[in-house]
């Protein structure tokens, strides 16, 4: 790897003093890496604080062609924070400002560093939440560049509909604003969905406008243990299907319920199981769960356990939310290597089905879950890593799961990303698409210092 150029590292410290950090503990916490992919630390850390700061930094490397990183808090899981030529990492977390919020357009714009619950904390006197969901408590600027969603995307969408303008640093240190605030526009090419999932590949985001919701007015939450995991699967797909307006169906399997019980201390049945919130008015509420009931019964599911209260509920989404982390501690020294395919949800249960039979098979444990409602879901893998032949037959299990997903016309990820980890899964998903966006990253980076390796090999 090429030393930075001193010219270039004495201009930042000029500039920015102990906030340019050079030093090992910090770059390693800025690497990257995680699951089945190395840690790959930059050459230098930018602790950045406002939007004139990273101008002054993106010029600076387009001077002297410094690869760039931009860094929210690095939950992402692909490598996307990685720095596989070194570079300079941009750390965003401290532009963490809300800048505006509207509650009459029921919007706000935020600095890319500040984090969704740091976000819904700000707008709790208004009535407003920020509602996408991703479990880890990501930076807002991050969520938009990967493309984030989670658990209440079946009601309210993801980052991609949730998005409604940018403010981008380009490679060249432009300041770019790619939309205004009308709710719909016909100007021009859409720029804010350029950006939004381009994983930094393509400019800087320093802030972010948002659709905000109201809260509602009535929550409940359920827990609904199933004969089968076809059951299980079927009842959202029916549920979907007939509009009914679930605000999250989320979907654990047997080993996965034998987990969180350990770690939580609950005593839900060891079976496929639905996690379930509904979300209006309270007749609303009781309703959608009433019908959904009785679409549950007819396909072997059991009687509701609720969880009506704020504290009750979050419990409850706790234990969902680290299922992952509940599986990993279940196999000591393991490190768990969580997949990410979405089908349409008609081949759902078929793909399901199949996976569970594969893992069956496998030489390492695994659990099974995900976003059932919109037809995403995760294997989290627990894999030695110092035993080569599981991390063989866990990539190999993966290259099938992504196979199998694109045969019934689904994608290799459907929330992660494409990072370092599955440019060879996004060619084989798109083709030729791949080459267009490649012609894209060449015309608003051609020194390609932009995340570079991220997307695009």
Same mark, same amino acid.
């Given at each position: 790897?090429?030393?930075?150029?001193?010219?270039?590292?004495?201009?930042?410290?000029?500039?920015?003093?102990?906030?340019?950090?050079?030093?090992?503990?910090?770059?390693?916490?800025?690497?990257?890496?995680?699951?089945?992919?190395?840690?790959?630390?930059?050459?230098?850390?930018?602790?950045?604080?406002?939007?004139?700061?990273?101008?002054?930094?993106?010029?600076?490397?387009?001077?002297?062609?410094?690869?760039?990183?931009?860094?929210?808090?690095?939950?992402?899981?692909?490598?996307?924070?990685?720095?596989?030529?070194?570079?300079?990492?941009?750390?965003?977390?401290?532009?963490?400002?809300?800048?505006?919020?509207?509650?009459?357009?029921?919007?706000?714009?935020?600095?890319?560093?500040?984090?969704?619950?740091?976000?819904?904390?700000?707008?709790?006197?208004?009535?407003?939440?920020?509602?996408?969901?991703?479990?880890?408590?990501?930076?807002?600027?991050?969520?938009?560049?990967?493309?984030?969603?989670?658990?209440?995307?079946?009601?309210?969408?993801?980052?991609?509909?949730?998005? =409604?303008? %940018?403010?981008?640093?380009?490679?060249?240190? /432009? !300041?770019?604003?790619? #939309?205004? &605030?009308?709710?719909?526009? @016909? $100007?021009?090419?859409?720029?804010?969905?350029?950006?939004?999932?381009?994983?930094?590949?393509?400019?800087?985001?320093?802030?972010?406008?948002?659709?905000?919701?109201?809260?509602?007015?009535?929550?409940?939450?359920?827990?609904?243990?199933?004969?089968?995991?076809?059951?299980?699967?079927?009842?959202?797909?029916?549920?979907?299907?007939?509009?009914?307006?679930?605000?999250?169906?989320?979907?654990?399997?047997?080993?996965?319920?034998?987990?969180?019980?350990?770690?939580?201390?609950?005593?839900?049945?060891?079976?496929?199981? =639905?996690? %379930?919130?509904?979300?209006?008015?309270?007749? /609303? !509420?009781?309703?959608? #769960?009433? &019908?959904?009931?009785?679409? @549950? $019964?007819?396909?072997?599911?059991?009687?509701?356990?609720?969880?009506?209260?704020?504290?009750?509920?979050?419990?409850?989404?706790?234990?969902?939310?680290?299922?992952?982390?509940?599986?990993?501690?279940?196999?000591?020294?393991?490190?768990?290597?969580?997949?990410?395919?979405?089908?349409?949800?008609?081949?759902?249960?078929?793909?399901?089905?199949?996976?569970?039979?594969?893992?069956?098979?496998?030489?390492?444990?695994?659990?099974?879950?995900?976003?059932?409602?919109?037809?995403?879901?995760?294997?989290?893998?627990?894999?030695?890593?110092?035993?080569?032949?599981?991390?063989?037959?866990?990539?190999?299990?993966?290259?099938?799961?992504?196979?199998?997903?694109? $045969?019934?016309?689904?994608?290799?990820?459907?929330?992660?990303?494409?990072?370092?980890?599955?440019?060879?899964?996004?060619?084989?998903?798109?083709?030729?698409?791949?080459?267009?966006?490649?012609?894209?990253?060449?015309?608003?980076?051609?020194?390609?210092?932009?995340?570079?390796?991220?997307?695009?090999?």
């Amino acid at each position: 790897m090429i030393p930075l150029p001193s010219a270039f590292t004495a201009k930042l410290a000029e500039q920015f003093g102990a906030r340019l950090c050079t030093g090992e503990a910090v770059r390693a916490q800025h690497a990257g890496g995680g699951m089945h992919l190395p840690a790959l630390p930059p050459q230098a850390v930018l602790m950045a604080e406002t939007l004139d700061e990273i101008v002054t930094a993106v010029r600076a490397c387009a001077e002297f062609g410094v690869p760039i990183i931009p860094f929210g808090v690095g939950t992402s899981l692909e490598c996307h924070v990685g720095a596989p030529r070194g570079g300079l990492c941009i750390d965003l977390s401290g532009l963490k400002r809300v800048l505006r919020v509207s509650e009459a357009d029921q919007d706000c714009t935020v600095e890319a560093g500040l984090t969704r619950v740091a976000l819904n904390e700000h707008l709790r006197h208004t009535g407003l939440f920020f509602p996408v969901d991703p479990g880890a408590d990501a930076t807002l600027g991050g969520m938009a560049s990967t493309r984030a969603s989670g658990t209440t995307t079946l009601r309210y969408g993801g980052m991609r509909e949730n998005v =409604l303008g %940018l403010t981008v640093v380009t490679p060249q240190g /432009e !300041v770019v604003r790619t #939309a205004r &605030r009308a709710r719909k526009s @016909a $100007a021009g090419y859409d720029l804010t969905h350029l950006f939004v999932g381009a994983e930094g590949t393509l400019g800087v985001i320093a802030d972010v406008t948002l659709r905000l919701f109201p809260i509602p007015e009535a929550a409940s939450a359920a827990v609904c243990a199933f004969e089968s995991t076809d059951g299980a699967v079927n009842s959202v797909i029916e549920a979907v299907q007939l509009g009914l307006p679930l605000a999250r169906a989320e979907y654990l399997d047997d080993a996965a319920i034998r987990v969180v019980n350990a770690a939580f201390h609950t005593d839900y049945p060891a079976a496929d199981t =639905l996690f %379930l919130e509904f979300h209006g008015a309270p007749s /609303e !509420v009781s309703g959608q #769960a009433e &019908r959904f009931g009785e679409i @549950a $019964a007819g396909n072997g599911g059991g009687a509701f356990r609720w969880a009506l209260e704020t504290e009750a509920r979050s419990q409850l989404w706790r234990a969902r939310h680290q299922a992952g982390l509940a599986a990993a501690a279940s196999r000591p020294g393991a490190r768990p290597w969580s997949t990410d395919v979405c089908v349409p949800i008609s081949r759902l249960a078929e793909c399901v089905t199949q996976t569970k039979a594969d893992l069956a098979d496998a030489p390492f444990p695994a659990v099974v879950l995900g976003h059932i409602g919109d037809g995403n879901f995760h294997c989290v893998l627990l894999i030695k890593a110092d035993d080569p032949s599981e991390v063989e037959a866990a990539a190999r299990f993966n290259d099938a799961l992504v196979a199998r997903a694109i $045969a019934m016309d689904g994608t290799c990820t459907g929330e992660h990303g494409i990072g370092l980890g599955k440019r060879e899964s996004l060619r084989e998903e798109l083709g030729a698409a791949v080459d267009l966006m490649a012609k894209v990253k060449r015309a608003l980076d051609p020194a390609g210092i932009m995340n570079p390796e991220k997307i695009l090999a």
